[in-house]
């Protein structure tokens, strides 16, 4: 299975990057590929059975390109929560187009999809090199953002009015399946528009990818709230620093926190079911450690222990997530409860610094990871490519059609080298059940 | 009026520094004073009524010392909420009784004044220069801390088991009470022991100090949150970023963050009162800044706003104060309600980051300040002198008597430049009632 | 002896801030004075030779002001070399005057008082709140800067031309000096043009000042650069980290940095002078420190044991100082060459972050610092002030004229209690000669 | 071609860790496998020449282990040059043994190489948990470095006197090097003790890496230094920042703080030469930019050039290295000379930031990495796997034969796509000969 990539038509106009990389062998075709399973496992069963599995499309420069730079307008949306690097993609992609391609007429939408609903009052912003040049400094995004979905129909239609022919969306799940959406309005209409992806999650959890934009900076800044915890824990007798972040559905950032800071006693995931009661559970192997140490620290991400709460799955969120229960909080609860009630003096701190994790500026390797992302968006959507967008496998960025990435999510592998790693640090049971 | 500090008797022992300043004018005598109240109005009534004013011995190594090192011992204890510096005070005091005065038996009282009461079950910990060198770079306490009062009686006959004869206590107001009376009761049991403070406030509401250690780090700290607060308001349509910072009694926290990050519209302060309603209430005219700006941020000392709620000010906390309303949430409900009704959509983001705040490590300025303060504590108590805390006064480090900062807080003036340079930088309206 | 300031006239308008003060007595006069001096003695001798000493006027907001808002324009000049808080003295001098006097005509002059010299080609830059809005985030002056004089004949002509009625100039000790030639020939002139100045000196060596802004800031960075030169030492066998820091006449930056970190085992400054060889000299007690503990930090002033190199003091620098030698790559040499004589392996590593220090945005202390500056020189020049410049005095901010700061410089007095405490902590000799 | 790794024999004993893993398939075999090129092109060869090609075993615990916990000692060497996450993977290493294998006698072998002298007189230090809980917080190596061999046939006799079992060697190129003779020094004489690598080079550039740890710590650290030679350069008219950084083979340092800082306008890197004569020379295009822009920052990694200058190449370091010419020196020298011929002024700073880089702490990233790596080097070891070293590929950790690795060096691609991001954001002209 190749991940096919969808294509606006021939691509007719030579690239004005051919100067920089004259003698260079610097494009790209559409013949370089990555196969998506490494392993000999993987290879050997292409080799018997012909090839059949996954790969992808590399990205980068293409030779020849589909728009003609000099009529070409183009339009950024940023949607859904903050994530560090929001600012670096626009400003990468603003650069990139301006620079390298030409194009001069960018608009910026505001306030995610509303920006393209124009009853919403919102007026999108001309965007130019000046005004984006030191935007990467600072954290979320200068557009500003929404949640939910829109009308696909209202929004091609202002796309046609602004005469966007390139739209780059910068979004999590749901935001990609409007732009699903809205490619396939585009394609209703047979315009020539395309409409390229940046997945932003900060949960990392999306398939496909090595790792999201935004999650080294997301974990880097989760470290110095789990360190405050562990200090806290430290500063009283039977201290207990808990700190609830990030990870709906996957547990990456709580990992990497509790991997880098090496703080973290007990890390609770929602890939791991874990209990409350019982000899094995959170409740009286936090009553042992106590005994033993005197403090502890609890790293939980929102997603996890969602079981041992009583939600309404039903309910959902702007985004149309289901809505969870506050796991910290039920948590804070319960422990304060169990050794209350045991007359054990405890002193629990609570953290939730979901707010400041996500919006603070980019780390330097998110700076560097968000302009590849955006110079290559950019080279894709010039070479006409659409209904895709860019990410990293294996190292390499690569084009992946919108509908393979919106199909899952990538989750912590219990049994994997990630959780094995945590298990070995945290010294927490193994099973807590 | 002179600031009388207690002494506990004739300095009969050479100072080991000596060596050290043999030539130089190093030493410092009760000679040495600084006035109170430098202004012209105050040297004039000085100069009228004859030295009546209020002036403070300063700080430094005597020539001669009431204890004889080799047979002296201390003992340090960390009192109520983290601040950040503690650390560096502990091992400040550690490094010059051992490498400066040739002190060898300190230890470290675990869990406050807790440490003191032998059935608690708290073994002292030994301190020396190995353990304490590199503590600085961590927040917190290595001692661990607890709130409220013990029994002065039992605490001194822990003190004569232990035969310490320096107590060097860090703490606030009511551990300051506290170390009164201890001083007091080996006062009475004619012991000769003395009581050093070293007034420890993150709201830096000390009467009669420039400011206290650990402030410097902590408003740097919040202006850290109040940036995440904008990027968020920022980041979405009326979004509003609502931060609850530490000051039960002084806003000083929320000032000076406000000042130094420039990103604050509505400063709330305990010293300001303030009304939700009317015209010039917060509501409305938060109102008309997003009609206008299409965002805000809100910056909220914990102790401002108290008269708006509902709350029984008898309630009293593990350290004798009263509790407090939390008018973070408080502000977070009328807000979102305000808006409902009127059918705004805005996109408030609550921030409570005061755990964070008070565990990060030390600046450099505060490292400083700790050092110095530490150092100057040992000076004072090797002289013999007791029932006093160091503190510094117009950049000049002083002697100051229990008594004299336990009687009232310091504030932030309405009519003073401080608070004129907050209304000037944020714009909020001067009358909000 | 009071320090008088120089002023256009009779102040007629009223100023605009009232509205804000209504009711508060928020505005200052000229009554309000400190002492320079606020030791007992100080005061005593005030007491008996009749108030002759040295006070200053209190900076703040004048309630009635010599220049009509509506006709009055500004400019901003920022000579010299790099420190931190320029950018947010420019910012806060323009929000000041825009939002609060209502004064929409200011100039940034570009690259010191070159921009004062049409001939240069250096076209004032507008300035207006939404270009300075985020600048304090970033080091630097947006205005750039250079050093040395320029003619004040040529400079009073542009200022006439440009029709600047108010002028603030950011700059050290040349600087001012400057600024008072342009004054004496604005005056000269009958011109009702003020000159206000904001003292800037990386190394805190400007007299009657509590300490000057950007130090915080800087000797934090040198902090930083020490605490590597100490992993560096600890890195290899006889390791030694040598870093050498600016101050050209005073240590300031270098003792607060020994103080802070903790790391340093031999502080050399400009005021305490030091031998390389004998028995106490710098080359004999390191080799003796090495043998004991096989590493060392050193930390030297660049004004710091010139009298050891032949240097010729009648050369000078753009702005007029006498040429340094560079005691830093002497040191290097000379212990390089000590060690090798006597075949004794040492792993020297060199450290001279100069330029980063001073390139640093400014910390949040430095931030409010210079915002306070700022809105206070603003107040003055509304006020018809000239000739002066804002300075802080024991925690109160003061108007000081020209010529008094420009005699002398502050210099760390060896029996002075902060030369006692880096003594202490870094246990270097106390006599190294 | 498989990699293979050479074993001590069959592996007896369980893991201690199957308890942690009862019930999930955790541990790896030797079938776990990777290929190393993972695009079509090279899986099409295997597919056509049958798995000829590279593959790595993948690192991870092995159910059954090749010593006996209770019997096996272990050590740990850091040689060559400082680099961030040195303490890091010493603290990963005695945690695992400790904890997870119950190996508790480990010993760190002080400065290097030199450690296994037992005529340098270095006492080897014995490591446990609470030695090395906190070292991770700090820069450099807590066991010292030194560059340069030692006697195989020596370091094999103490290692045999210290009873060693498993050595864990930390260092560049010239230390694996030294690595594989010990190994094979240990086979000649029938020993059973292991050699585990862990690779070490701050300038990235190990080939079939991802990554070297510490890489993402020193780029982060040289964007600081760059974004300060950026406002130095903006802070004078004609302003050069020319920052000289790691890199003596290959410019991967210079090229991704030139990405994520964005200031960067001429990244100088070895792998690409450049002229500094002529039209298109460094020279003629710095005049050029400096007459459109008036600054302009410079980022050469130190074995750019080196064909520029007259070097005898011949000469090599301590470590066996060539030893480069300063090309940072000598282009501030022709920079300066080039411009004052012509009689335009520049104001050139200049920045080597090197110490500094390599001496902070290691970040988030790759303290999650160099635990990652110090845990899987244990779980070699205990299997019994010698000569060998950990490193990632393709986001899994594999096992690497010396002999692979010190082969050759990873270098940047001119035609690829780092090196072609690094000129779209520079502008730099692609060809400057």
Redesign the interface.
Known sequence: MEAIIESLGECRFLSPLR????G???FRTE?????YD???EG??D??ERG?SHL?FEM???REKIYFDPAKTSAAIVTCGG?CPGLNDII?GIV??LY??YDVTRIFGLR?GY?GLIPRRG?VPLPLRPESV??I???????L???RGPQDPVEMVDHLEELGVDLLFIVGGDGTLRGGEKINAEIRRRGGKRCVIGIPKTIDNDIMYL?KSFGF?TA??EA???V???H??A????N?IGLVRLMGRHSGFISC??A????HVNYCLIPEVPFALKGPCGLLETLRYRLAKRRHAVIVVAEGAGQDLMNINSADTDASGNPKLGNIGEFLKEKITEFFEKRRIEVNL?????S??IR??PA???D??YC??LA??AVHAAMAGKTGMLIGQW??T?VHIPFELVTQGRRRIE??G?LW??V???T?QP?RMS
């Open positions: 100067h920089r990389f004259a260079m062998n610097g013949e370089h590929r990555v196969i490494d392993s000999i290879v050997r292409i080799f090839l790969h990205a980068g420069p903050l400003r650069m990139e620079h390298r306030y509303e919102h040049s030191t990467h400094t600072f954290g979320g995004t200068i500003g953002s929404s090595d080294d974990f880097a470290v110095k709230a360190a405050c915890a200090v806290e430290l500063g009283s007798m201290g990497y926190a991997l880098a800071g090496q701190k609570y953290f939730d610094p707010y400041i919006s603070v780390s330097p390797q700076n560097v302009l590849r110079q290559n294996h190292s960025l219990p049994s080298d094995q790693a298990l070995e640090c010294g193994v």
